[in-house]
């Protein structure tokens, strides 16, 4: 951080002082327990002491020794604990942050973030971000770029065997943090088995939790090999992108044929995502084609079609100047169903993406454009509210959504299918069965039934 921001320090130096000495007086209070415990039970066995031979003294003084060593590592791993909790410094720290105006306060935020992971572990960090995000609407809408950001300093944690433990909130803001640590550990390595086996981890540990972390795994997979390493490839798209593309088929081979959203779909949609990137900010000579922004996708393989399109409805947004109407024009000029309307949904998804959303406006909006697109538009704004909601409270505003009497009956039946259909990419199939039971009987999915 910046001097002109001010030093962020957390335990060691702290910008709060009433915080500060409150770790003190609560350290202070964990040792005077310790011994006032240890002290009672030395009187006790001290007795016990004098009335025995002088080889059971010795004993008895060797016990009394190491149960002094066990019961001060307990007593000493609880006080660390209490100290670096994170909650009651990070909370003096946000304090600080919020004196800063809009730009200064989010650097300030990235630093904190940062400073926690450093300090405190990847659970800590992802404990400041869920505050903010329930907090700050400012960090929501940003949200994804900040565990992005995350999850590339992670790897370097995860490389040095620090406190590095997969949860649920690595889920948090759309995946991002797979995207980030998958970029860096390619960039770093450019080692795929690796890459693979920690998919692989990341499913694994998480399958109980969330049924789209490997899936997110690999699309950072394909994210992070975009990086422009090649200088013969520069301003040129397809060049660009022709590795990765080579990468993917070989990382997702043991998927045979492979599924329409498998490990091929994902990893490619993280290839265009980089390209996007790259193109949108004009790195490496590479430019968006304002005249038509999905130049790029319509001249690929059918195969990697949907995931080309789908990645650069964000280009599609930038050449529009941000305006909905018109990149629903530009989408609506791909003219095959199976990719304009998954590309469509990808830009409805958007519409959830704003401070304030306005239900009649956008169900409007909805029922404006061309046939084949107005189910899914209506669908695919409920599926926003679960990527763009506040950590696992993300269903809360979709079901919201979908009961609202705006929506016809037609609207609402596939608005409800399309939310608890997807609850399993958020939550435990425990979580997800209750949250659909509370729907009425004749919206919900598959008998509430999840795996």
């Not at 909370?91 to 400073?115: T, V």
């Not at 000029?333 to 956008?362: F, G, M, R």
Request: aromatic share 12%; with cysteine; charged share 25%.
């Amino acid at each position: 951080m910046t001097e002109k921001y001010g030093q962020l320090r957390l335990r060691k130096t702290r910008t709060n002082e009433t915080s500060y000495y409150m770790d003190m007086l609560q350290f202070k209070g964990f040792i005077l327990l310790f011994y006032s415990k240890w002290y009672n039970t030395y009187l006790v066995l001290l007795n016990h002491v004098e009335n025995q031979s002088s080889m059971k003294k010795r004993r008895l003084i060797l016990l009394l020794a190491l149960l002094f060593i066990v019961l001060f590592e307990v007593y000493l791993l609880w006080g660390t604990q209490l100290l670096s909790k994170p909650t009651a410094s990070s909370i003096s720290q946000l304090n600080e942050c919020s004196k800063f105006e809009s730009g200064q306060k989010l650097s300030c935020w990235e630093d904190l973030i940062d400073l926690t992971l450093k300090e405190q572990g990847l659970g800590a960090a992802f404990e400041v971000v869920d505050t903010l995000f329930k907090t700050e609407p400012s960090f929501a809408s940003s949200c994804h770029d900040y565990v992005h950001k995350l999850g590339q300093k992670a790897y370097f944690l995860f490389t040095e065997k620090k406190d590095f433990k997969l949860s649920t909130k690595t889920s948090y803001c759309g995946y991002g943090f797979y995207h980030g640590f998958m970029e860096t550990l390619l960039q770093k390595t450019k080692d795929m088995e690796q890459a693979r086996k920690f998919c692989a981890y990341a499913d694994e540990q998480l399958k109980k939790t969330t049924t789209d972390a490997g899936g997110a795994c690999y699309h950072g997979i394909g994210h992070g090999t975009v990086d422009g390493s090649d200088p013969r490839a520069w301003g040129d798209p397809e060049a660009m992108i022709q590795p990765a593309l080579e990468l993917c088929e070989g990382v997702s081979s043991d998927e045979k044929p492979p599924p329409r959203h498998g490990k091929l779909f994902r990893c490619v949609s993280g290839a265009f995502n980089g390209l996007e990137i790259l193109m949108d900010s004009s790195q490496y000579k590479l430019s968006p084609d304002r005249a038509d922004p999905l130049s790029v996708c319509r001249s690929q393989p059918d195969r990697y079609k949907e995931a080309c399109y789908t990645q650069f409805v964000v280009m599609v947004m930038a050449v529009s100047g941000g305006n909905f109407e018109k990149s629903a024009e530009i989408i609506d000029s791909i003219p095959e169903d199976k990719y304009a309307v998954p590309t469509l949904q990808s830009l409805a998804v958007e519409l959830s993406h704003q401070t304030q959303v306005d239900y009649q406006k956008t169900i409007d909006f909805c029922r404006s454009l061309p046939n084949r697109f107005r189910i899914p538009c209506t669908t695919s704004v409920a599926e926003g509210f679960l990527k763009y909601g506040p950590p696992q409270n993300e269903y809360k505003e979709a079901i919201n959504f979908c009961s609202l009497p705006l929506l016809t009956g037609e609207e609402r039946i596939n608005c409800f299918e399309r939310v608890l259909s997807l609850l399993r990419n958020w939550y435990t199939a425990e979580k997800a069965s209750r949250i659909c039971q509370t729907v009425d009987k004749k919206y919900q999915w598959n008998g509430c039934q999840y795996n």
